[in-house]
């Protein structure tokens, strides 16, 4: 299976009972945006432009929790900014966990490797023999320095604190959007691709499970985009989303004002990224790609569907953002008004007419994954598709990249880790 068994019937569970109820709009993720502070600056990222914040800017974890429990969608997508900046991580991460919600914890991995320290410190305090050979693993592929692993049997510093620990029903979802070469040029800054690598290494052998977010641009070789996932598949990363970048307004004006660059020749149309995910439903069969296969069709322009961001809300510190992820009409003080106060039929695009000239290129999964998950506009068999899909075997890829392709030239296993970013924006 693509997805454990327990979180596919958990979201299964939940939308068969609002089909019973006859609801006809409900949350199915929820992108919790507890902060817009990062400790990165990548090209093409509007978000952190969009709402320029610092770190006294940040949603009280009473009210993440809430909304949680306000939309009660079944997964929660913890977002931002760099949501492991967010003083309260830990905690809300464990909330969510106890209100028996699947977490994705998004991340650009920067600071992943410094979270599961504390998760060792803490565990290596309660059960040493248990602890230490992992650790010594991890200090035989240079996963942790001989100083930290000394920080780590001194204990947490604070031992009320809670930590971020491996659960079947969380993932680290990291942030690539290439080999190491491209990732590091987006996101503007040289080590971060290595950095993610070493975390994700540290994760799987702690027992964390481990997913990536790539988003696809104009300029993104899909022979690149391959090799990653092969890449990635050595590494037991467990599943993988794939996502048009489209140039929606605020990275639009930022890639304009900030760096003199046309947003024309970055992000893609509608007919590049059909053109860019023409192959998408082999890389549905070849790789663990989340999702649905029905989106992967529609992406790969093999059918049609309509947008329904009303499935996956955002909320953040201004509240309910309308209409979606990308684009802002306004923010509302409730979920149930954001529901039931916009106009939803003014967005998306309905066959090939933009409702909305700014969704004209949009083709992203958090606007029209959910119409393939809840079968709007279905087509005979498409359920069937689904389920073969996710409860089918899961792919994997076998194909090993050389090293060289994928590291500039050098491995990250055979280097120090360039140094840990603390800085922090904002
Ligand atoms: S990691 Fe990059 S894309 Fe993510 S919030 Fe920070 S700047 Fe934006
Ligand atoms: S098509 Fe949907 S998800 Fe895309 S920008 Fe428009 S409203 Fe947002």
Known sequence: MRFPLALTLKIAGHILQHKLQGTK????VLQLEPL??????????????E????????MSLEDCLESAIEC????????????????????????LLEQRRIVYLCTNGLWMRRKMRDYLAVSYAKQPDAVLPQLNRLADEKLVTPSEIEQIKKGPKDSTKPVIAPNRWMYWN?????LEKTHDIIVEREGVFQECILAMRMAKILGYQVATNTTVYRETDVAEIEHLLDFLATLGVDGHTLSPGYDYDAAKKDMAKRLGLDPANFFLTRRATIEKFSKATTWGKKYPLFGTPIYLEFVAGLRDLTCSAWAIPTRNMMGWKAPCYFMTDGHFATYKELQTKVDWNKYGVVDGVARDPRCENCMVQCGYEPSATLGLHGRPGDTWKNIWFNFGPRPRPKNHPDPKVVFNGVSAAATKPKQEATVVRG
């Open 174 to 178: 990291v942030h690539l959007d290439g």
């Open 51 to 58: 709402y320029s914040t610092s770190l006294k800017d940040v």
């Open 25 to 28: 709009r409900f949350a199915t």
């Open 36 to 49: 817009h502070t990062c400790n990165l600056t990548c090209t093409g990222c509007g978000r952190i432009r």
């Open 72 to 95: 009660n969608a079944p997964m929660v997508s913890i977002c931002g900014g760099e949501p492991l900046i967010y003083p309260h991580i830990e905690a809300l991460t464990r909330g």
